[in-house]
Each structure stands twice: as structure tokens, then as C-alpha cells.
């Protein structure tokens, strides 16, 4: 298990410049990662998962949060919110057998959609994963989510030849 990576940890402004803290997810974020997902709309559910689930199951919550920072990094967005620091998205990558390639998998919460988190999440994951020595970052895209084909494409993701299921699109961007 490698160490918490506290050279991750930055801050930015949001386009209307709101602060906003990026950092790696910790297993004590569980709590946090579930109301996050709890509060997201079924579409950015839907659209991120896969699947029509309202809320992580334990196991899944615990994969997705209780990560080696060496295999699997997710970084999340903080924002106050009356007081509170809130998460307003996270993006994160698997590293594939290949140890050379990973998966990507971003979601941001849908009223800070459009605020400009979702780009400075993934320019800080693609950062990070170049510089753990990956070569290409891969992500797997619902044929009709047009706004993160969109976006995929602004971050210089290719599309790939259409995969066995003619629903998703595999997109891929050199590191
Ligand atoms: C896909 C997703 C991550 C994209 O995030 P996003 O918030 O739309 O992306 P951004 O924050 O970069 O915002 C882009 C918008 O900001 C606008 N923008 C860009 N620069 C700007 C600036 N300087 N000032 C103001 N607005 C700006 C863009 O025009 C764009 O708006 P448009 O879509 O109307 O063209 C998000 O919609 C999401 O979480 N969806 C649900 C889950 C999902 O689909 N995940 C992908 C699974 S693989």
C-alpha cells in the first residue's frame, strides 16, 4: 500500500472563482463518497455507472475509496458550502494488467456541471498519471452521453474502433 500522495493536493479556482481543493480520496472519505453519489441526479448515475443503482453497495463503496494510490488514484473536488467542505466530483483511474495503460471514470455533481471542476479534475488525474509513468488513459463512454464525448475530446481523447458493445465508445489519449 503506497502512502497518502500529499503532492497531489492543490488548490484552483472554479470559472467563477470559486476556491476549490483537489486531493486524493482516503478510506474515511466513505461517508462523504456515498452522499456524493446519494445526491447525484439517476442520469449522472446512469451515466457514470452503468447501471440504475441509488447508492454504492459496501463493497463497491469501500473499492472505490480505500484505494494504493499506486494501481488506483482517485482525486476529488472540494468546495465550501455553507461551511462545509462539500465534494462536488472525482475522477479516477485504474491501472489495466499492463501496468503501462489505464481506466478512467470521472463524475461531477450536477449543479457544479459546467463550472469548469470537471476539467481541472481530469488535467490533474492525466498529470498524475503521467508522471506515475503510464503511456495511454482509456475510458469507456455511453454511446449517447454526448456532453463527455464532448469533453473527452477537448482533453485530446481519440475515439477507438467501436468495442463489442455497440452502446459505449472507447476513447483513448496518449499520456
Ligand atoms: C461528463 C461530465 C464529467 C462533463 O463535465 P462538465 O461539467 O460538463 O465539463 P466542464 O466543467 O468542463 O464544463 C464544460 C462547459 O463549460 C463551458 N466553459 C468552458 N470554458 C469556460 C469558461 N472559461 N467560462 C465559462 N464556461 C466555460 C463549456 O462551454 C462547457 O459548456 P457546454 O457543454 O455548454 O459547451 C459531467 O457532465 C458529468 O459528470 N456527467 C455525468 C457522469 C458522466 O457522464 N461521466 C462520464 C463517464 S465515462
Not at 462539500?86 to 489505464?102: K, L, Q
Amino acid at each position: 500500500m503506497a502512502e497518502y500522495p500529499t503532492a497531489l493536493i492543490r488548490q484552483h479556482l472554479l470559472f467563477d472563482g470559486t476556491p476549490v481543493r483537489i486531493r486524493p480520496i482516503r478510506a474515511d472519505d466513505a461517508a462523504m463518497e456515498q452522499d456524493f453519489v446519494r445526491h447525484l441526479s439517476a442520469d449522472a448515475r446512469y451515466a457514470r455507472f452503468m447501471g440504475t443503482l441509488k447508492e454504492l453497495p459496501a463493497a463497491k463503496l469501500r473499492y472505490l475509496t480505500d484505494i494504493d494510490y499506486e494501481h488506483h488514484l482517485a482525486l476529488i473536488a472540494l468546495v465550501e458550502i455553507e461551511g462545509v467542505e462539500t465534494e462536488i466530483g472525482v475522477a479516477r483511474y485504474v491501472v489495466n494488467p499492463d501496468d503501462t495503460s489505464c481506466e478512467f471514470a470521472v463524475v461531477i455533481d450536477d449543479a457544479w456541471q459546467g463550472s469548469g471542476v470537471a476539467g481541472i479534475l481530469m488535467r490533474s488525474l492525466i498529470a498524475a498519471a503521467r508522471a506515475r509513468g503510464l503511456k495511454t488513459m482509456e475510458g469507456f463512454v455511453l454511446a449517447n452521453n454526448h456532453r463527455m464525448l464532448k469533453f473527452a475530446r477537448q482533453l485530446g481523447f481519440r475515439r477507438e474502433a467501436a468495442t463489442d458493445d455497440p452502446g459505449t465508445i472507447h476513447v483513448v489519449r496518449t499520456l
